[in-house]
């Protein structure tokens, strides 16, 4: 198990992170709101988030290693060319979630991405950031409940993900995977997480 020397289960955060879950802890200190623009990076968060589908994010949180070993770091162009073989692979994993129907999502996302990219000359970040007009929706939030579950963003671009051959990319997921990636800052105000992610802007 990674230990967190640094753990502060007293410093401020949002209401849906158990203050004495240290894994959880770091995540939410370290990565959840900061803007993310690396296209292939953006492509592994939201396989991530559709693995996540009826599941507890902390589930694949504790399986992100596993899972990322597995998937070969959910490279799209490695992952766009499984095989049969691969697909059991998979299945036979016990270490990430075993489902046939994300497996099989995650190979066809990848190929989807892959003709964005090459035929299509997209590049999958600008294309994702540009629902947020390229820079991260502040909110003020006086608590991470008052947010909303999906907004007429993550519903667009859910459906036109999905025209695109996408799975698991409902607006819901996608609204989570917006948050994540910092195209929303969703830290509630007495975070003390929600200046640095305010404060944070692309170079």
Same mark, same amino acid.
């Given at each position: 198990m990674t230990d967190f020397p640094n753990h502060d289960p007293d410093l401020p955060r949002c209401? $849906? =992170?158990p203050p004495d879950d240290a894994l959880y802890c770091a995540y939410h200190d370290k990565e959840w709101g900061r803007p993310l623009y690396d296209s292939k990076s953006l492509f592994s968060k939201l396989i991530q988030d559709g693995q996540q589908a009826g599941l507890a994010w902390i589930t694949i949180? %504790? #399986? %992100?290693?596993? +899972?990322?070993k597995a998937? *070969? @770091?959910? *490279?799209? *162009? /490695? /992952?766009?060319h499984y095989t049969d073989a691969d697909r059991a692979r998979l299945l036979e994993n016990p270490g990430i979630i075993r489902s046939r129907l994300k497996i099989n999502a995650a190979i066809s996302n990848a190929q989807a991405y892959l003709k964005m990219r090459d035929e299509e000359g997209i590049d999958f970040? &600008?294309?994702? $950031?540009?629902? =947020? *007009?390229? #820079?991260p929706v502040q909110n003020d939030w006086q608590e991470f409940k008052d947010a909303p579950v999906e907004t007429p963003e993550s519903i667009a671009m859910?459906? &036109? +993900? #999905? #025209? %695109?051959g996408f799975k698991f990319v @409902?607006? =819901?997921i996608l609204y989570a995977f917006m948050q994540a990636v910092g195209m929303v800052n969703d830290h509630s105000l007495n975070c003390h997480v929600n200046e640095v992610c305010k404060n944070t802007r692309r170079v």
């Open positions: 209401g $849906w =992170v949180l %504790r #399986k %992100r290693d596993n +899972l990322l998937y *070969d @770091g959910f *490279d799209p *162009d /490695i /992952i766009a970040s &600008e294309y994702l $950031w540009s629902y =947020v *007009d390229g #820079k859910s459906k &036109e +993900l #999905k #025209k %695109r @409902g607006p =819901v």
